[in-house]
């Protein structure tokens, strides 16, 4: 990343090969005036940009990486920690206590910190946002959600530079639009939150949003609703018995299986569950399937939730 310069935006930032993807010089849209595109252009002055330091009017900074050309942030808030919610405020989205414990045991040990962003390098450099990492619909979803529960604070950090977010409205799903486009009609959707990373000094305020109160219950709230609650559901449904998955350390191989490999390790779990109705006993047999196939880091954080003091029972 360039050093900014004083005249124009730095080159990088100008057109990044995607058409429409142009910093905010111009009006977002042909339907815009010249006077609602100027505040976003001037919120977006008021982030400097210094290699890889973006720092914001408050004086707070961001200090960016790089992962295959694209600028990230790999986050400063754990998610157990004095900036963190805790584990009172997982309960309080309808975990039981022990869901609670597995939830928050994974985000430590296996997730992302609250303020990370990074891309996905399958979805052409779609940004991920978040512990568990969030991406596609399910960011939109929690920044939505975060707009709702916080309107200033999403204004204040993300709204005043042109990032607009509806909750959903059934049928319809939540929504995005980015109006930062410059000599475009506004950019919805995937698109949106794809040129809104793209920016250095935008991606770096996803980033700080991350370090909000409620953009952190957003984040989880999305988890536990539109993933969790379905794994939990289906594993109830294929469990061998009342309660396979009732201890927080069962829990926590059921949260780790999704977080690593979706509904395909979930239900691989599931399969040894039910042959092997002990968690660690079905525990064992995943580690090792894990470790036949290549798969040791997966392998070994299996045995971290398997042997981990933390994930005991309660005396």
């Known amino acids: 990343m360039a050093p900014e310069a004083p005249a124009s935006p730095p080159a990088r930032e100008l057109n990044h090969s995607r058409p429409g993807a142009d910093s905010l010089r111009e009006?977002?849209?042909?339907?815009?005036?010249?006077?609602?595109?100027?505040?976003?252009?001037?919120?977006?002055?008021?982030?400097?940009l210094q290699g890889p330091v973006v720092t914001f009017p408050d004086g707070s900074r961001i200090v960016l990486g790089n992962e295959g050309?694209?600028?990230?942030?790999?986050?400063?808030?754990?998610?157990?920690?004095?900036?963190?919610?805790?584990?009172?405020?997982?309960?309080?989205?309808?975990?039981?206590?022990?869901?609670?414990?597995?939830?928050?045991?994974?985000?430590?040990?296996?997730?992302?910190?609250f303020d990370s962003v990074t891309s996905d390098p399958q979805s052409g450099g779609?940004?991920?946002?978040?512990?568990?990492?969030?991406?596609?619909?399910?960011?939109?979803?929690?920044?939505?959600?975060?707009?709702?529960?916080?309107?200033?604070?999403f204004d204040g950090r993300?709204?005043?530079?042109?990032?607009?977010?509806?909750?959903?409205?059934?049928?319809?799903?939540?929504?995005?639009?980015?109006?930062?486009?410059?000599?475009?009609?506004?950019?919805?959707?995937?698109?949106?939150?794809?040129?809104?990373?793209?920016?250095?000094r935008l991606l770096a305020a996803l980033a700080q949003s991350?370090?909000?109160?409620?953009?952190?219950?957003?984040?989880?709230?999305?988890?536990?609703?539109?993933?969790?609650?379905?794994?939990?559901?289906?594993?109830?449904?294929?469990?061998?018995?009342?309660g396979a998955f009732s201890s927080a350390r069962a829990l926590a191989l059921l949260f780790h299986a999704e977080l690593r490999f979706g509904h395909r390790g979930v239900t691989r779990l599931v399969t040894l569950m039910r042959e092997r109705p002990e968690p660690s006993a079905a525990g064992e047999r995943f580690a090792e399937d894990l470790r036949s196939t290549g798969r040791a880091r997966e392998a070994s954080e299996v045995w971290r939730i398997l042997t981990s003091p933390e994930l005991a029972d309660p005396a």
Request: aromatic letters at 6%.
């Open 69 to 113: 050309g694209r600028p990230i942030h790999r986050g400063t808030v754990a998610v157990r920690g004095p900036c963190a919610p805790s584990l009172a405020d997982l309960v309080t989205l309808g975990l039981t206590d022990a869901q609670a414990r597995a939830l928050e045991f994974v985000l430590t040990w296996f997730g992302n910190p």
């Open 27 to 48: 009006p977002a849209s042909a339907h815009l005036s010249h006077e609602e595109v100027s505040p976003f252009r001037a919120a977006r002055a008021e982030l400097r």
């Open 158 to 200: 993300l709204g005043r530079l042109g990032l607009e977010a509806t909750p959903a409205q059934p049928p319809e799903p939540a929504a995005l639009r980015f109006l930062g486009a410059r000599n475009a009609t506004p950019s919805e959707g995937l698109e949106a939150l794809v040129l809104f990373a793209e920016d250095p």
């Open 126 to 153: 779609e940004p991920r946002w978040g512990a568990w990492p969030l991406s596609g619909p399910l960011l939109v979803t929690a920044l939505a959600q975060w707009r709702q529960r916080e309107p200033d604070a």
């Open 210 to 242: 991350g370090r909000e109160r409620g953009a952190q219950l957003a984040q989880l709230e999305t988890l536990v609703t539109h993933v969790l609650q379905s794994v939990l559901a289906s594993s109830s449904q294929d469990a061998p018995a009342d």
